[in-house]
Every structure is written in C-alpha cells, then in structure tokens.
T-cell receptor, first 114, second 112 residues
Framework: GAGVSQSPSNKVTEKGKDVELRCDPISGHTALYWYRQSLGQGLEFLIYFQGNSAPDKSGLPSDRFSAERTGGSVSTLTIQRTQQEDSAVYLC????????????FGPGTRLTVT | KQEVTQIPAALSVPEGENLVLNCSFTDSAIYNLQWFRQDPGKGLTSLLLIQSSQREQTSGRLNASLDKSSGRSTLYIAASQPGDSATYLCAVPSGNTGKLIFGQGTTLQVKP
C-alpha cells in the first residue's frame, strides 16, 4: 500500500514569505506527527494530531508555525514570515494510533529560506 | 525530561563484520523503543519496534534488544554489507503521546 507522502519535496523561499507543507498519511492511521530535522539540532518534535485535534503543540518553535488536519487525513504545516533559521527538513509520520504503535515516516520536505 | 543518547556517533567497519550500535535513555518508563535507518537526503525507514514488555526483536540480520531497567537498547547487525551504510537512529515516545524523542544517530560506513 501507499506510504506517507509529502509535498513539495523541496521548497526555496525568500525570507518573510509564508509557506505551506503538506502531508498525506497512510490510510486509516489516526495519529499524525510533524518533526523537523536541522543540522546541529537533530530531529525534534513539532506537533501531533489524534484525528483532527492537536493535543500537543509544545514543539512548535514560535507562533509563526501552525498546523491543521482535516477529515482525519491530510495535514498542512504553515510557516508565516519565514526566517533563515526555519531552513530544515520537515518530516511527517503517521501511526495507527498514539502510544504503542510504530511510526512510518514520509520522505520529508527540504525548506530553504534565502 | 527524557534524553536519548547514541554511541558511537560514527562507525566505520569492513564488510562482513558483526557490529553493535548503542542507545541509552534517561527515563525507563517507556512504552516502546523504535530503531530507524536514514539514508542521505531521505526520510526515516522503520527497522524494528520493541514494546516495553519485550526484550528483543529480530528482522533478518538485525536484532534489537531492550533493557528498560538500565535504560539501554542495542542494535546488532550481523555480517554487515556496504548497503547497510546509513545513519541509524533510536527513538522513544514521550509519555503515552507517541511523540518521539530521538538520539543524535550513529552514522555507519561499511567498506567493501
């Protein structure tokens, strides 16, 4: 079956612009996670969804970051007024449910802010 | 606060060697531990998931063990091949949220 997909695969944007990153989880997976991977910081958690609700937004770095999930499926991560420090690979993962289940990752979106 | 550490940061071995990658975590109250592989410029591929009630899991040439009481996990790779060259990451969920806390990874190079 299809895995987790993300789009775009690469995004170059100018400082100050807004960007939207998309994640399509595996069908039937109720939990969806966003992580960020940057040089020197490793992989860090941003936000997760259980269905359409986001119980934990603690990892969002600032109020310029927001995410939503509709229909219990597709999720978008929006970064407003991008800064150079936002440059990173943004990874999405999904699992059947939270807690005990294996997470499956998408290929990521590489964001470069110039 | 859960912290995950992986040692060594990098490892280079000749083809055919058996090797062990180490992962340690500070809070032993975990639900599971997951090992991933990441190839350059790619996403993460799940290798093995060990539930907290298990002591080990095997998949092909890979064997992962878990010792919750000591806060350690090891990933054993038998008869290494050049295709095993990648970065290996371990991760544990924070509480029961599924939010993963990752180690910094071990970058493995297997030389032909």
């Amino acid at each position: 079956g299809a895995g987790v997909s993300q789009s775009p695969s690469n995004k170059v944007t100018e400082k100050g612009k807004d960007v939207e990153l998309r994640c399509d989880p595996i069908s039937g997976h109720t939990a969806l996670y966003w992580y960020r991977q940057s040089l020197g910081q490793g992989l860090e958690f941003l936000i997760y969804f259980q269905g359409n609700s986001a119980p934990d937004k603690s990892g969002l770095p600032s109020d310029r970051f927001s995410a939503e999930r509709t229909g219990g499926s597709v999720s978008t991560l929006t970064i407003q007024r991008t800064q150079q420090e936002d440059s990173a690979v943004y990874l999405c993962a999904s699992s059947l449910d939270v807690s005990s289940y294996e997470q499956y990752f998408g290929p990521g979106t590489r964001l470069t802010v110039t | 606060k859960q912290e995950v550490t992986q040692i060594p940061a990098a490892l280079s071995v000749p083809e055919g060697e058996n090797l062990v990658l180490n992962c340690s975590f500070t809070d032993s109250a975990i639900y599971n531990l997951q090992w991933f592989r990441q190839d350059p410029g790619k996403g993460l591929t799940s290798l093995l998931l060990i539930q907290s009630s298990q002591r080990e899991q095997t998949s092909g040439r890979l064997n992962a063990s878990l010792d919750k009481s000591s806060g350690r996990s090891t990933l054993y790779i038998a008869a290494s091949q050049p295709g095993d060259s990648a970065t290996y990451l371990c991760a544990v969920p924070s509480g029961n949220t599924g939010k993963l806390i990752f180690g910094q990874g071990t970058t493995l190079q297997v030389k032909p």
